[in-house]
């Protein structure tokens, strides 16, 4: 029986993707775990990989062609099989429920009309966890893509931990693995990548030559860019913003990095991942920050999930997700900050692991920017920039000294969080930040 390639729903906010390019031609041989086409969503870029078997009867969309979530992009069959009334949109296939076309992936909250096998819960905490490959008949089981790419890096796939359907090994999980040091990778666990160090600052150069051509061009937007168009006017015009500033010792915060460095010199600890920590214990003890705007009610959430803003290496912003990260440890907060920001900034994230969080942090601190007001992301009702820590000259017991300072600003929506209610958070951010031992009860 054929069965539609449709075009997957990636995220909550997505509404469309563009075809990035097709891995089969019309004709060729399709067998399960087979990955058929690329695709661009609003956050990321991912894979679809065959659930059945057959031949790649029809493409319908070609590469570059932006398509709402739930066309129709490709029918596969078998080779003397009638797809004429698939093609025409007159017919259904049992096969588009359970044995369609599932992304690497897929959104377990995706219904059976997108055509998309849900995949196996999610673990709490962010991620699944990677297994490794599983071996059918003495092979392991992975896609071409992740078999050719294996073999061309020297990698050996019974060390590869598999994220695909059934824990097949894709393209992401390659791409994992060769990032992991040696002893890491053979460990075929899921680990965290090398820690992913702030962009160097831009060096000056000498100014270019005087252009000559057009005028100017015009480049269409990414699907990244016109999500991020769109849910910042729906964010700024209509959410009424109001914004609190407050500047924090980081002196004891800095201790405690270099404390930290000597007791495990692999981790690495930023000042990002002790301000992450430092939110989720102050929302803990101010549940109506940790709070979102329904229309007709404000829910109060009871997990803290943080969301980071991170601009991607090809341009855009995403923000992955820390879940429950006030059950979480500094030490695991800054695992699985880097690992998050690692795979962001390459669009490799799993659909789980970019929503559904209930407050967000934007931190530009490292690119040097002392101060800046962050914009809410909807239905969130608050969120924290976080300016650089900075050397400055203070006042302390009637005599200057040098201080080490942050500045950090709530962008509240105030019909969810009252003034007071913001400065009693930052309040307490402040003294967990100035004395970050609390942060090890």
Not at 16 to 33: A, F, I, R, Y
Not at 57 to 63: A, G
Not at 158 to 186: K, M, N
Not at 201 to 215: D, F, M, S
């Amino acid at each position: 029986m054929a069965a539609k390639v449709m075009m997957p729903k990636g995220s909550d906010t997505m509404t469309e993707g563009k075809v990035l390019k097709w891995l089969k031609k019309e004709g060729d041989p399709v067998s399960t775990g087979d990955t058929v086409v690329e695709i661009e969503t609003d956050k990321v870029d991912m894979e679809v990989e065959a659930m059945g078997g057959g031949v790649l009867r029809k493409i319908l969309v070609q590469p570059g062609k932006v398509v709402p979530v739930g066309a129709l992009l490709a029918v596969i069959g078998k080779p003397d099989e009638d797809i004429s009334a698939l093609v025409k949109g007159d017919g259904a296939s049992a096969r588009d429920v359970g044995l369609g076309l599932a992304p690497a992936k897929a959104d377990a909250s995706v219904g059976p009309t997108n055509a998309i096998a849900p995949g196996p819960a999610p673990a709490v905490g962010g991620t699944p966890p990677a297994t490794p490959g599983p071996v059918v008949g003495g092979r392991v089981l992975a896609s071409p893509l992740a078999r050719k790419m294996a073999k061309e890096m020297g990698l050996d796939l019974a060390s590869i931990a598999g994220t695909g359907p059934g824990g097949r090994i894709i393209r992401q999980d390659v791409e994992r693995s060769a990032a992991l040091p040696s002893h890491a990778r053979a460990a075929a666990g899921r680990e965290a990548p090398s820690p992913v160090r702030a962009p160097a600052p831009t060096p000056l150069r000498r100014p270019p030559a005087a252009p000559t051509g057009p005028e100017f061009f015009d480049e269409p937007l990414s699907s990244m860019r016109k999500t991020i168009a769109t849910r910042l006017v729906q964010s700024k015009a209509p959410v009424p913003h109001f914004y609190l500033t407050i500047e924090v010792d980081m002196k004891r915060a800095k201790d405690l990095r270099e404390s930290a460095t000597l007791l495990d010199p692999a981790l690495k600890l930023s000042y990002n991942d002790i301000i992450l920590k430092a939110c989720a214990a102050a929302l803990r003890q101010h549940p109506e920050v940790n709070a979102s705007f329904q229309g007709e009610s404000i829910r109060y959430h009871n997990r803290v999930h943080l969301g980071m803003a991170v601009a991607t290496d090809g341009g855009g912003l995403i923000t992955p997700v820390i879940r429950n990260a006030d059950a979480m440890s500094l030490q695991e907060i800054s695992r699985e900050t880097k690992d998050l920001v690692g795979r962001a900034r390459t669009r490799k994230l799993l659909p789980d692991e970019y929503v559904g969080s209930t407050f967000s942090v934007s931190n530009l601190g490292m690119m040097g920017i002392e101060e800046f007001a962050a914009v809410i992301n909807p239905p969130e009702g608050a969120i924290l920039a976080v300016g650089a820590v900075t050397e400055k000259p203070v006042v302390a017991d009637g005599r200057v000294e040098v201080g080490l300072r942050c500045r950090l600003t709530l962008s509240c929506d105030h019909r969810v969080v009252d003034g007071a209610t913001g400065a009693k958070f930052l309040q307490t951010l402040k003294q967990i930040l100035e004395n970050p031992v609390y942060l090890a009860f």
